[in-house]
């Protein structure tokens, strides 16, 4: 289904995955060479662990893989210049996690002194603060070529933003042209309550849904309503008539696995039943 092209950002070194790099590497080029490849995004990894990730690949000549670099603000010309001198490592995005207190302008002035407003090669993401922050991060964003970073969940209960917060938040990108990836929370395709912590999690296609919702025009009621939705089939039947639009604002989240979501859309009918089989 192209509507699902490059969705799932693959953090398998995160947690809950917490895989060992070794362990993702492998499982992120063999899902290159599967016939899911097309839903398969760049393989997500922190700044520091680029030392790491030259020794696993110096060992498997036959690898090499498109990276997102998860990395402080005040560390980006280091870390870009390290992930470029790494053989079979080519990078394609950063996501930039901004300081206490860090303003949007401040940000915004050090994005652009480490040259990524120019830089095509790199797509930015500026992963936007729970706080008063929010909106002037947001705005400031809109009309340059970085896009925002939505937290929406984590290890702990109150790292996952409601629905009424991530509406909001959703909304907000949408009004002012930002195009925004998820990351940590998504375990799932449909909103649902995690049995062993007992965490509200919002589904990926909660939020995809709610995306085409929202460049329709809706309020953050509507918004909140969608995001809030259990009924997969619901979801389900309302992703087959979104517009190709919606990719361009919501672009991809980060999973720590990539076979619970393909398998998810399989049983759903998003996907053809020869993608799950590819994962046995």
């Known amino acids: 289904m192209r509507m699902l092209a490059g969705l799932l950002d693959d953090a398998a070194v995160f947690p809950p995955g917490n895989a060992s790099l070794e362990q993702a590497v492998d499982a992120h080029v063999r899902h290159l060479r599967s016939v899911h490849a097309d839903l398969v995004g760049p393989l997500v990894l922190a700044a520091k662990d680029l030392g790491a990730l030259e020794v696993v690949l110096g060992d498997r000549p036959g690898h090499s893989v498109d990276l997102t670099l998860t990395v402080p603000l005040q560390g980006l010309v280091p870390a870009i210049a390290a992930a470029r001198a790494v053989r079979s490592v080519r990078l394609v995005g950063l996501e930039v996690a901004l300081p206490d207190g860090t303003t949007a302008a401040e940000a915004l002035a050090a994005l652009d002194a480490a040259g990524l407003d120019a830089d095509l090669d790199l797509t930015t993401y500026v992963e936007v603060p729970r706080d008063s922050r929010r909106a002037d991060v947001l705005a400031a964003l809109a009309g340059t070529p970085y896009r925002a970073k939505f937290r929406t969940g984590g290890v702990r209960a109150d790292l996952y933003p409601d629905e009424t917060e991530l509406a909001a938040a959703v909304r907000s990108a949408i009004s002012l042209g930002v195009p925004f990836k998820a990351t940590a929370g998504l375990h799932h395709a449909v909103r649902n309550t995690d049995p062993a912590t007992g965490f509200e999690q919002h589904g990926f ?31 389900a039947e309302q992703v087959r008539t979104l517009e190709p639009s919606v990719r361009d604002a919501f672009c991809s989240f980060g999973t720590c696995s990539i076979d619970e979501p393909i398998t998810e859309l399989v049983d759903l009918g998003l996907l053809d039943p020869r993608y799950k089989k590819d994962l046995a």
């Open 205 to 235: 296609l909660n939020v995809l849904v709610a995306t085409g919702c929202a460049q329709d025009g809706a309020d953050d009621t509507e918004v909140a309503k969608l995001l809030a939705e259990r009924d997969g089939g619901r979801l």
